[in-house]
């Protein structure tokens, strides 16, 4: 089982994760996408990803805005789980904003 994240080490993760925040045990970050298709285009292809990392995040769906929260639940807190899922994140909302 993953090991709960140090305070150290979620600042360091969030110092190179840009557009996260800490909420307590999570990690969170909104996104708004250009349409509501484009921002379901996201909830899919990040739900493949939770699948094949076995990792999956709490997503608010408003409209074409996305509100993820992390957290490894069977741990408690916040896990490098959490940090690999959010750089994850990032780069397919990248892929979408380019
Ligand atoms: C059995 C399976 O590994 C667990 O249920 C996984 C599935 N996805 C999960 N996702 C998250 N965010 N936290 C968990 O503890 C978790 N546990």
Do not use: C, Y
């Not at 708004?32 to 997503?59: G, T």
């Not at 069977?74 to 959010?86: H, M, Y």
């Amino acid at each position: 089982m993953a090991e709960l994240l140090t305070e150290d080490q979620i600042d360091d993760a969030l110092s190179h994760l840009p557009g996260w925040r800490r909420d307590g045990a999570t990690l969170v970050r909104s996104a708004e996408l250009a349409s509501f298709v484009q921002a379901i285009q996201v909830v899919n292809r990040v739900a493949e990803i939770a699948e094949n990392d076995d990792h999956h995040p709490d997503i608010d769906i408003r409209w074409r805005t996305l509100v993820f929260h992390l957290s490894t639940h069977s741990a408690g807190g916040l896990t490098s789980k959490d940090v690999a899922l959010a750089a994850e994140i990032d780069t397919v909302l990248d892929a979408l904003a380019g």
